[in-house]
């Protein structure tokens, strides 16, 4: 008999533990996709680059060129692949947080950290190593990135990790 309710204590702590991971990946993934898409957007059209051109600029990265040819094909791929991203970005943050408990307790400060550090990832390895063409560095270029990415990125997944990852 003990054998069965320490094996149904088991299945109903992971179970809790899949539906807190599966809540938090799902919320945060469709916040930081949301906000850092909307970012984004509202960033390259100050510049006169339109919705299209922005996530046919995403999709470029395993298309290429070809990728402004494919209509809204190309944009519908490069916002999948945008959501994506903002999954694992969240999925990665939920992991660590697991390990460091100070990720949940100290949410601005490392969020703010992640943000920064998933904006040097995401620039400096994984653009450089897809098919986009690249974008000439500017330090404003440089510095509304890091804005964008801790506000849009680090801070909710760091804040939504906390709400609804928390052991209880």
């Known amino acids: ?11 109903e702590s992971n179970s809790g533990g899949s539906a807190r991971f599966l809540k ?16 984004a957007t509202v960033n390259a059209g100050l510049k006169g680059v ?22 809204w094909m190309s944009v519908a791929f490069g916002l999948l ?9 969240v999925t990665v943050y939920y992991t660590a947080s ?3 408990p100070i990720l949940i307790r100290r949410p601005f ?6 943000g ?3 904006y040097f990832f995401m620039s400096y390895l994984v653009s450089p190593l897809s098919r986009t063409a690249r974008i000439p560095f500017s330090v404003r270029g440089l510095l509304t990135g890091l804005l964008i990415h801790v506000i849009c990125v680090g801070l909710p997944a760091a804040l939504i990790t906390r709400r609804f990852g928390k052991s209880h």
């Not at 008999?1 to 299945?11: K, L, R």
């Not at 400060?109 to 992640?114: H, K």
Request: with cysteine; proline share 0%; hydrophobic share 50%.
């Open 1 to 11: 008999m003990n054998g069965n309710i320490a094996t149904a204590d088991f299945e």
């Open 109 to 114: 400060l490392f969020g703010s950290l992640y």
């Open 98 to 100: 697991r390990r460091l």
């Open 50 to 71: 339109t919705f299209t051109q922005v996530w046919q600029y995403v999709a470029s990265g395993l298309f290429g060129k070809n990728s402004y040819n494919y209509g």
């Open 116 to 118: 920064i550090a998933v």
């Open 24 to 39: 938090t990946v799902l919320t945060g993934g469709l916040t930081v996709g949301f906000m850092d898409c909307l970012a």
């Open 81 to 89: 692949v945008h959501f994506l991203i903002a999954f694992s970005v």
